[in-house]
T-cell receptor
């Protein structure tokens, strides 16, 4: 069953703690993305990766870090430098074919601060 | 920088009504435009993808149009049903494979 798996579904962070959100896809997609969604707002791009071992900052990358060591995996770390991390985080992927560039999304991770 | 706006922010209609959701974008240099549906607390599901060279796409009761030169897209939902209640988001893709999202229209279809 192909798709994007995000885990955990809910995550709690203590002050000063780094936490890592997992995103795995078995769609054989080249590109992967991390978005943040705040209540009543659209999605804002945090980081994206077009190929393995390469990634670019999005509009709100400060306080976040990523890695892309495997095609299937694109974990996001929310560092202690991110002062307002409470949000809904969505991972997405797409193929590189310009004519079929549909984004597919995971079910999301809701991060809260303790 | 690309800005995507969706109007209205919320919409409530009786079941059976036809309705139109609007999406506008500031930079017409887009590669395609995608409409998504989001249920509460869930990820996004792709509904329709329109390439920049296309004028419209249809899927069942949904029809999306694109006027690239004026920076507008509409999503038309025919014969709305309570199951259509969700937030609808549009996103434009630029030529560098980045996507820009609107803040969505929250639709409530009353039985």
């Amino acid at each position: 069953d192909g798709g994007i798996t995000q885990s955990p579904k809910y995550l709690f962070r203590k002050e000063g703690q780094n936490v890592t959100l997992s995103c795995e896809q078995n769609l054989n997609h080249d590109a992967m993305y991390w978005y943040r969604q705040d209540p009543g707002q659209g999605l804002r791009l945090i980081y994206y990766s077009q190929i393995v071992n390469d990634f670019q900052k999005g509009d709100i990358a400060e306080g976040y870090s990523v890695s892309r060591e495997k095609k299937e995996s694109f974990p996001l770390t929310v560092t202690s430098a991110q002062k307002n991390p409470t949000a809904f985080y969505l991972c997405a992927s797409s193929i590189w074919d310009l004519a079929k560039n549909i984004q597919y999304f995971g079910a999301g991770t809701r991060l809260s601060v303790l | 920088k690309q800005e995507v706006t969706q109007i209205p922010a919320a919409l409530s209609v009786p079941e059976g009504e036809n309705l139109v959701l609007n999406c506008s974008f500031t930079d017409s240099a887009i590669y395609n435009l995608q409409w998504f549906r989001q249920d509460p607390g869930k990820g996004l599901t792709s509904l329709l993808l329109i390439q920049s060279s296309q004028r419209e796409q249809t899927s069942g009761r949904l029809n999306a149009s694109l006027d690239k030169s004026s920076g507008r897209s509409t999503l038309y939902i025919a014969a709305s049903q309570p199951g259509d209640s969700a937030t609808y988001l549009c996103a434009v893709r630029d030529n560098f494979n980045k996507f820009y999202f609107g803040s969505g229209t929250k639709l409530n279809v009353k039985p």
